[in-house]
């Protein structure tokens, strides 16, 4: 993976103190912005980014040339209006897009890799509210997340309950399920077998560990599609042959799409980022977090929520946004939530769902 | 994996011809029986093994020495009753507990290997008719299978409806999903990946792809379990720990049980094998072999049907074994199906589901 500079980049005034009880020093977030800034900082909108995402929101990854993650739905006269709203968008840290991670330099002047401290999506948001700091943002209009985006945006709610005024969670958790941590396992052990992987310190051997990395990122992208998106897409159809090969090449449009998957996110994603980022995720439990009530974590909320789910999200289940739902009323907060139909898993959030679009546009008004 | 020379074994009188068109020479079917023939014949039942079963069906494994896969549903007494009937089973051709497959030595005298022809489940099933003909048995009292079992079940049932009077079919499906695909693939690529694999040609080396076949074997058997079950049996437990270590060490317990079930695989299998039998399994639609339509592969059978699905199996859902019925009542056949509720996922039809037992029992009277 190419090393790579973030277009803007802040440095935080201050450590960061982590919830491993480590602190990281010198920590930049990489971040991006659309629209204007109003004089009186009230129209900002942070946008928190999923897994393997990162800042480039609404404008062109610097390694892939493909156009923003969000675009369909961050611009001017989009559901997330820049020409109204001024839209951040920050690489967490632990990531790999010019954010502090494992492939970062250390003081000591070599990378961190598995030196890096193990990080929580507290941590994470804890960098994002060093960001808001540096910038003079003392009150979000709103905070907007999909995925691991909105367990950053249930983060900030809940520990942070005055930086936001509106919250929106969608086709995310408020805690990692046993199903969730097993494929995440999955990944991670794919990647410590690479031989390349070298217990992390790779970054100056010339090869990394983009095998064990691509298959990681198979099994991670079939928990984004549903089986009947799948079918709907793949079926059984055979990729430019007319008949089975009777080998082991890619004879399924299926597999040959899977494979396209694993290879192309190698030279855009650092694996001991994957590490860290699914071990964030996986420690991932906000209830636990405020003394095993989850409505504990709301109490006294003063934002408005809302949730946002998919009938066809087999990786955080409805059920997972209702639990949220549930809480944030016991805790009194004002929360409206939504079940969307899209046939698409839980990669919905990303892709053409106008539903969604109302719903966003609507709850930012 | 240690080679090994099953109990009882027999070789093919005749060369096999596969669907790929190529022709395997000397096939050996390794088997283990339970109970006794009748003098008359009339009483054998296949019961046919999962994508990593084995013929110890009922009888200690010789390499992990557990007990037979299916032993709480086979023996005297018991709803397959070896006091009545004579039970067989045997290891699969492309397996690796007897039978020929990509271990096996082929006639230069070196392990096939990756030369080892492509097989389907219809070749399997080629081979266990060729072991029935060397036992001189032409109608089975039944042929029961769970999962991979199930397909070659069908498999039976379809190409050689003489063969078997009752078809047990259980937890299982006519056709490969895109999902399903999608999972074997991940496996075969986390195997094709490690480097000890060399392309297949691992047998001579002292050193196995054991990495690549656990990380294939932990994605399978998250499909084998259900989300609830892993919850139940799971949830967020923490294993030999109070708190989280901030560390990638098996924090959670889930964590541990899947890197158990992975290492443990290895000692059993072969990553060959593995690669082989998904491949077969990836290949099945008995529709497709059927002109298109599925209810033409039961046309005219007189055999008598019973299909058996769990409500929490998400590999092969209710919905396929429903699918298979539909096809069945419109070729005209006996079939009687239930869906029974067990919360073990797709590993119900191995576990204790007391009402699979009934239904065992009585299909078999």
Redesign the interface.
Known sequence: MATLSASKALTLAAPLSL????VLEDVQIAYETYGELAADKSNAILVTHALTGDQYLASKHPITGKPGWWERRVGSGKPIDTSRYFVICANVIGSCLGSTGPASIAPDGQPYA?RF??ITIRDMVRGLVGLLDGMGIERLHAIVGGSMGGMQALSLAANWPERAERVLVIASTS?????N???H??G???I????NWQDGDYYASGASPD??L??AR??AH?TY?S?DG??D????NLQDRDT?S???D?D?Q??SY??YQ?SGFTRRFDANSY?YIT?AM??F?LA?EHGGRLANAFAGSQARFCLVSFDSD?LYPTAESRHVVHALNAAGAAVSFVELSAPYGHDSFLLDVPALDRVVKGFLE
Request: charged share 25%; proline share 4%.
């Open positions: 919830d491993s009880g480590q598995m401290p193990v805690r990692h399920s046993a199903q941590i097993a494929f396992e999955l991670r052990q794919a410590m077998a690479d031989p095998a064990g691509a298959v198979m099994a079939i599609l089986e799948l079918t897409k793949f079926g059984r089975k009777f080998g082991f890619a399924f299926v597999e899977l494979r694993g590490l071990r996986d420690y439990d636990e087999w």
